[in-house]
């Protein structure tokens, strides 16, 4: 029975969020065909079978897991045959570091620059919501997170700077292949291309060749999803 991923699906057919990305490169890296369930950010009556809101929520027959960390367990545990995310229990529990490391910096640097960029691609009916929702989380309106990008973005590159030394001396974090810490990495890229110009890395950055390694996996999926160009 085919899996089927619930994802954040937002104008154009962008879909940003950076936990469901990490979903997605888990299904590919397993070989596991997935159907895409897209809903907007008006519609999670339709996720309410979960008990929660957010995506990615993964239905896999009478089964299903939601949160990204969850589902990639869930991956490796119901599907030990097919090529590993952890590469083994300690793997594993390093990729968890890397996972909250990624989401406490890496995406915590990216909100105030990503945010009111997510809001410019969103449909209208759902704008009023998204702009109540991160405005009180982030203490400032959409308009003030638009101030100095360029300020944001050089904070995002020394948040990276771990992974840009680890980078500067293997292919990926996890080593000679990616496994699912590169992908809780990657993910906060994808937010980015799908919705900002801006341009995250320098092209002499060890992370821009990771990345652009990334990009073009699994037949170029990332590459191929609706967004800006990454240069
Ligand atoms: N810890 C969760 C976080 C999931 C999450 O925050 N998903 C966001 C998309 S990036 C969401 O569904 N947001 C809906 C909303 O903000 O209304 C995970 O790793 O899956």
Same mark, same amino acid.
């Given at each position: 029975?085919?899996?089927?991923?619930?994802?954040?699906?937002?104008?154009?057919?962008?879909?940003?969020?950076?936990?469901?990305?990490?979903?997605?490169?888990?299904?590919?890296?397993?070989?596991?065909?997935?159907?895409?369930?897209?809903?907007?950010?008006?519609?999670?009556?339709?996720?309410?079978?979960?008990?929660?809101?957010?995506?990615?929520?993964?239905?896999?027959?009478?089964?299903?897991?939601?949160?990204?960390?969850?589902?990639?367990?869930?991956?490796?545990? /119901?599907?030990?045959?097919? =090529?590993? #995310?952890? *590469?083994?229990?300690? !793997?594993? @529990?390093?990729?968890?570091?890397?996972?909250?490391?990624?989401?406490?910096?890496?995406?915590?640097?990216?909100?105030?620059?990503?945010?009111?960029?997510?809001?410019?691609?969103?449909?209208?009916?759902?704008?009023?919501?998204?702009?109540?929702?991160?405005?009180?989380?982030?203490?400032?309106?959409?308009?003030?997170?638009?101030?100095?990008?360029?300020?944001?973005?050089?904070?995002?590159?020394?948040?990276?700077?771990?992974?840009?030394? /680890?980078?500067?001396?293997? =292919?990926? #974090?996890? *080593?000679?292949?990616? !496994?699912? @810490?590169?992908?809780?990495?990657?993910?906060?890229?994808?937010?980015?291309?799908?919705?900002?110009?801006?341009?995250?890395?320098?092209?002499?950055?060890?992370?821009?060749?990771?990345?652009?390694?990334?990009?073009?996996?699994?037949?170029?999926?990332?590459?191929?999803?609706?967004?800006?160009?990454?240069?």
């Amino acid at each position: 029975m085919t899996l089927k991923l619930y994802t954040l699906r937002i104008a154009d057919g962008r879909e940003p969020s950076p936990f469901v990305w990490r979903a997605r490169m888990a299904l590919a890296h397993k070989g596991l065909a997935v159907e895409r369930v897209p809903i907007g950010y008006g519609e999670k009556h339709k996720l309410a079978f979960s008990g929660q809101g957010l995506v990615p929520v993964l239905v896999d027959g009478e089964r299903w897991v939601n949160d990204s960390w969850a589902i990639a367990q869930y991956l490796e545990d /119901t599907y030990p045959d097919r =090529p590993t #995310l952890f *590469g083994g229990a300690k !793997g594993r @529990a390093m990729a968890l570091f890397i996972n909250r490391w990624a989401d406490v910096e890496t995406l915590g640097a990216l909100r105030l620059l990503l945010w009111p960029a997510t809001w410019d691609h969103i449909p209208a009916a759902d704008q009023a919501y998204f702009r109540a929702d991160r405005e009180t989380k982030a203490g400032m309106t959409l308009e003030a997170m638009r101030a100095e990008p360029e300020a944001k973005i050089a904070a995002f590159r020394r948040v990276l700077e771990p992974a840009r030394q /680890t980078l500067a001396r293997q =292919p990926y #974090l996890c *080593g000679d292949k990616p !496994g699912y @810490a590169d992908y809780c990495l990657f993910g906060g890229f994808m937010w980015g291309k799908t919705v900002s110009p801006h341009r995250l890395l320098a092209a002499d950055d060890p992370i821009h060749r990771w990345r652009a390694e990334l990009l073009a996996a699994f037949d170029g999926m990332a590459a191929a999803d609706p967004g800006y160009p990454v240069d």
